[in-house]
């Protein structure tokens, strides 16, 4: 059984063992569970913010206060997690706070509160929000001019939706050095994760504690004095990190020899083992499917990044070009060579601003020169909405090499003969009423194009765009803060109706993923038991499976 | 007979790749460590645009990880925009690093040959795609 382990001596013996439980706000739900129960762990990390899901979070958070966090977190706490985490003694530091790191926090206090955990302790890393301070800090200096295209947000003039700047690894590790058992954190890079807690288990956030150091300082500055390569450490588990936070993409998920995969239906996710030295292995969960290899991880260290002699994060730059990776026993590879160089001045900032509207539509198209058809009628679909002004549509003929570059495509089209086209149109406009115009000239197509055009739905409504803005801020500029609470200082703030309705939902869902856990196959067939076969429309079922959540 | 031959990338690498804002990045890698000399000659930014041609608008940059036998491939510019506003079904650009296996790279017949490199797929032309269809 795993303990948590914060002193030098035992990690001499063994490695620090963390588990990631997911790769996204989105991922299978029920994983972190199967991974706490199969294995013995003493940290688990889930990343759950992609570079946008913040400003999604914000706009939640706006119109509802006690939203704005990653909600597949409950459904698996709720599932059996809360109770595993305690049992088995691991601790877990996530990232799914998002935009709310104080609701989430609550309710975990609430799951654990359900199964007695009274003295379960959650820390709250916030600090990361720069959205309420951005007059303050665009007046003091920072020009948080948008990195890809120069523009500052003077010049752009549009409101700002979201701006989180990507804290690191110290405050991670003040929470698990005061004590904390779970960790939730807005926008904390995806490496620091597993970085805080090594900071922990190594000793350093004890030692930058003997030496009074803020939990801003540099975390190179922790090490203890016997150490002589501290950025380097610091680089390996940074790399650790970023091999595990993807999840079961690092155990044969995504991977090119797809087809070598064993039981790919049923893959587990990642372990980081770390060692003294900074020897670094990664492994999978027991049981399950997928595989750990030389190829599977090191398509994963290449993955989303830029330039690889300057990966960087918070707490440390990692040239990764000498990294190497080998295979060291069935589902074991062994991970060497990160080089440290000190901590970028600046720190990233993920922002969004309100972009213009959008939908999304798309039919099917078959017979006989099915591309012809398609092609037919999208010039339809596009004459009929000349008039409008300020309307971008952008057409993709699917089946027919959208997955080539355009150049290649257009060799390639005049032998193509697919024997049918999926028409897949998207359009962009500042005005509302246009995308409405849009999605009402898709289903008529049926009736008033070619032969063979099915597939319809719906008319799709329009949804706002956020356009992404990444920036940078200066580190004096952002300041974490970390918060412990507990059971005693629980203030469950009434929800709103809304959210109120959106956490029923949720708990229907862990209910029936708590059955499918405890039978292990779909065998509930839960529209038949409420006699659905004589109701067809989707809105009853819906009130059906609503009513299902009340019984 | 030509010294150099065109094979498909799938016969010398494999791939992943990601976005990151308007930029995807494609990470490839050699299936043996020693066919790195081969894939740093052969995939080039100048190979690169010439594949994307219009799709990628901006720098392309290449760089070498000799530690796992591997390039990294930055392609700014290629996504409409980025996750959140582009027009593209795959606004991630998760399928390049697949698609791109099928792009034919130039490579010196007798140093694949000494190496190891399949040559079964080879073909004179660069743009010989009887691979695809």
């Not at chain 1, 044969?252 to 030295?277: C, F, H, K, Q, R």
């Amino acid at each position: 059984m795993a303990v948590s382990k914060s002193n030098v001596a035992v990690l001499a013996e063994e490695p620090i063992r963390i588990g990631s439980g997911g790769g996204f706000w989105g991922d299978r739900p029920l994983a972190p569970v199967d991974l706490l129960k199969s294995d013995d762990l003493d940290y688990m990390m889930i990343d759950y913010l992609a570079e946008l899901t913040l400003s999604i979070m914000a706009k939640q958070k706006r119109r509802d206060p006690s939203s704005g966090w990653a909600t597949d977190l409950e459904i698996w706490l709720a599932a059996g997690g809360i109770d595993a985490l305690r049992k088995k003694s691991v601790k877990l530091v996530t990232n799914g706070g998002g935009a709310n790191p104080e609701s989430c926090a609550r309710m975990v206090l609430e799951q654990a509160a359900k199964i007695g955990w009274h003295e379960c302790k959650v820390a709250v890393i916030s600090g990361d929000d720069i959205l309420p301070r951005l007059d303050y800090l665009l007046k003091n200096g920072e020009e948080l001019t948008h990195f890809e295209s120069g523009e500052t947000i003077s010049d752009n003039g549009a409101e700002m939706m979201s701006a989180n700047a990507y804290l690191g690894a110290g405050p991670i590790a003040s929470a698990l050095e005061i004590g904390a058992d779970i960790i939730i954190t807005g926008r904390v890079a995806d490496a620091s994760l597993l970085v805080g807690c090594m900071l922990h288990s190594a000793g350093w956030a004890y030692n930058a504690f003997q030496l009074g150091l803020t939990r801003e300082s540099p975390v190179v500055d922790w090490a203890p004095k016997h150490i002589t390569n501290p950025l380097d450490i610091l680089a390996q588990w940074t790399i650790a990190g970023h091999l595990i936070e993807c999840g079961a993409q690092v155990c044969g998920g995504n991977y090119s020899n797809w087809d070598e995969v064993p039981n790919l239906a049923a893959l587990t996710l990642p372990i980081a083992e770390i060692y003294l030295n900074s020897d670094v292995k990664i492994t999978r969960g027991k049981g399950g499917g997928g595989m750990v290899n030389r190829k599977i991880v090191s398509e994963q260290l290449i993955y989303e990044i830029g330039d690889p002699e300057a990966y960087i994060t918070p707490d440390v730059v990692v040239d990764m070009r000498n990294i190497t990776i080998e295979d060291e026993s069935e589902d074991v590879v062994i991970v060497t060579g990160a080089i440290g160089k000190p901590e970028p001045k600046s720190l990233k900032v993920s922002a969004a601003i309100e972009g213009g509207w959008f939908a999304s539509s798309s039919l099917l198209i078959s017979g006989p020169n099915a591309l012809a058809r398609a092609t037919a009628c999208d010039l339809a679909l596009r004459a009929r909405l000349s008039a409008l002004e300020e309307l971008e549509i952008y057409t993709e003929f699917i089946g027919g090499g959208v997955t080539l570059p355009k150049n290649i495509r257009q060799q390639l089209s005049p032998i193509l003969n697919p024997p049918e086209v999926l028409l897949r149109w998207a359009a962009t406009s500042p005005n509302r009423r246009n995308i409405t115009d849009f999605t009402r000239e898709v289903a008529p197509l049926v009736l008033t194009g070619p032969a063979g055009v099915g597939g319809y739905g719906a008319r799709t409504k329009p949804r706002r765009q956020l356009q992404f803005w990444p920036t940078l801020i200066s580190r004096k500029s952002v300041e974490s803060l970390v918060k412990i609470e507990h059971l005693t200082h629980l203030h469950i703030t009434p929800e709103s109706e809304r959210f109120h309705f959106i956490r029923k939902r949720t708990r229907g869902f862990i209910s029936r993923l708590q059955d499918e856990l405890d039978e292990r196959e779909w065998t509930r067939p839960i529209v038949k038991k409420l006699g659905w076969e004589r109701n067809d429309s989707i809105a009853d079922l819906t009130i059906l499976k609503e009513k299902e959540v009340e019984i | 007979m030509s010294e150099i031959v065109w094979i498909p990338l799938s016969d010398l690498a494999h791939g992943r790749s990601g976005d990151k804002g308007d930029s995807f990045n494609i990470g490839l890698i050699a299936h043996k460590k020693k066919w790195l000399e081969i894939l740093e000659v052969s995939v080039t930014p100048k190979l690169l645009d010439e594949w994307y041609g219009d799709s990628v608008t901006g720098l392309i940059s290449v760089w070498s990880m000799p530690g796992i036998g591997a390039i990294n491939c930055l392609l700014r510019g290629g996504l409409g925009g980025g996750a959140t506003t582009s027009l593209m079904l795959d606004a991630q650009g998760k399928i390049w690093g697949q698609s791109i296996l099928r792009m034919r790279v130039p490579v010196n017949r007798k140093l694949a040959s000494e190496l190891g490199v399949s040559l079964n797929n080879q073909s004179e032309n660069q743009w010989d795609m009887s691979h695809i269809i």
